[in-house]
């Protein structure tokens, strides 16, 4: 059974830097993408960013515009552990921070997954960030 645990989060001032944690149990995950996505207070669920295995050791990161040059999703295969470093953050960054991990593979500058194609997720971890 697989099982995400999100760790890393809290709270920041705006301009500041977070990283949060995502550990995966249950299976390995090394060719799977792994991403994250965050939902703040009445707003839907929204895509971050993700992270996919192209073969051999080469991976492709995926951004949202509205975090590109600020955020770097990366990945740790030996312990199974997927983390998000979030630079300059903002106010309206404030949200629960999701870690999902999911089988389907997109294609390098193709069509983004969404997040129907990820069907494991984790309890979530709080990022606020102070104005």
């Known amino acids: 059974q697989v099982q ?8 920041v001032q705006a301009g500041g830097s977070l990283r949060i944690s995502c550990a995966a149990s249950g299976r390995t995950f090394s ?3 792994m991403g994250w996505f ?15 295995w192209t ?4 991976y492709y990161a995926d951004y949202a515009d509205s975090v590109k040059g600020r955020f770097t999703i990366s ?11 979030m630079n300059s953050l ?6 629960v921070y999701y870690c999902a991990v999911s ?3 997109p294609l390098v500058g193709g069509t983004r997954l ?12 709080q990022v606020t960030v102070s104005s």
């Open 38 to 52: 965050r939902q703040a207070p009445g707003k839907e669920r929204e895509f971050v960013a993700t992270i996919s």
């Open 4 to 11: 995400l645990v999100e760790s890393g989060g809290g709270l």
């Open 114 to 125: 969404s997040s129907k194609h990820f069907g494991s997720w984790g309890q979530g971890t």
């Open 103 to 105: 089988s389907f593979r």
């Open 75 to 85: 990945r740790d295969n030996a312990k199974n552990t997927l983390y998000l470093q």
């Open 31 to 33: 060719s799977d993408t």
């Open 55 to 58: 073969g051999g050791s080469t």
């Open 90 to 95: 903002k106010h309206e960054e404030t949200a």
